[in-house]
């Protein structure tokens, strides 16, 4: 008998439409969010907004975003896993309901400001719609 592995689809619907920033550092300590031992992390496809000590997630309608960061990043693994920084999304087709963040009440704030800061976004709604009976 075979064995289906389903995993989540990507926020990314076009990956060759993306316009990264490479070389972007965080600053970890505007970072709340923890993984299940404990650790800073920010988890893949976070709003992110530029501050003066690095990208921090979004917090507030009042906060100016201008990427989505491409992968997660977690604090205890910067010294491996970010020699050059991580990777930021400033343009590109995107789906906007496989985001983190899809649920918050700013979202659709975050979505305008990040049109008008980044390369260009197009937003469309992932759907699946495979028979599953």
Same mark, same amino acid.
């Given at each position: 008998? !075979?064995?289906?592995? /389903?995993?989540?689809?990507?926020?990314? #619907?076009?990956?060759? +439409?993306? &316009?990264? *920033?490479? $070389?972007?550092?965080?600053?970890?300590?505007?970072?709340?969010?923890?993984?299940?031992?404990?650790?800073?992390?920010?988890?893949?496809?976070?709003?992110?907004?530029?501050?003066?000590?690095?990208?921090?997630?979004?917090?507030?309608?009042?906060? !100016?975003?201008?990427? /989505?960061?491409?992968?997660?990043?977690? #604090?205890?693994?910067? +010294?491996? &896993?970010? *020699?050059? $920084?991580?990777?930021?999304?400033?343009?590109?087709?995107?789906?906007?309901?496989?985001?983190?963040?899809?649920?918050?009440?700013?979202?659709?704030?975050?979505?305008?400001?990040?049109?008008?800061?980044?390369?260009?976004?197009?937003?469309i709604t992932y759907g699946d719609s495979?028979?599953?009976?």
């Amino acid at each position: 008998m !075979a064995t289906a592995n /389903i995993t989540t689809q990507p926020f990314i #619907a076009d990956a060759k +439409s993306i &316009d990264r *920033l490479n $070389g972007a550092t965080i600053d970890w300590s505007a970072v709340t969010e923890v993984d299940a031992d404990g650790n800073k992390m920010v988890s893949a496809g976070t709003i992110m907004s530029r501050e003066t000590d690095g990208f921090t997630p979004a917090k507030d309608a009042a906060t !100016a975003v201008s990427a /989505i960061l491409e992968a997660s990043a977690y #604090a205890h693994e910067q +010294s491996n &896993d970010a *020699l050059s $920084g991580y990777g930021m999304i400033v343009g590109g087709v995107i789906y906007d309901n496989l985001l983190p963040d899809a649920g918050e009440v700013n979202f659709a704030t975050w979505k305008t400001a990040l049109e008008a800061y980044g390369n260009g976004f197009t937003w469309i709604t992932y759907g699946d719609s495979r028979d599953n009976s």
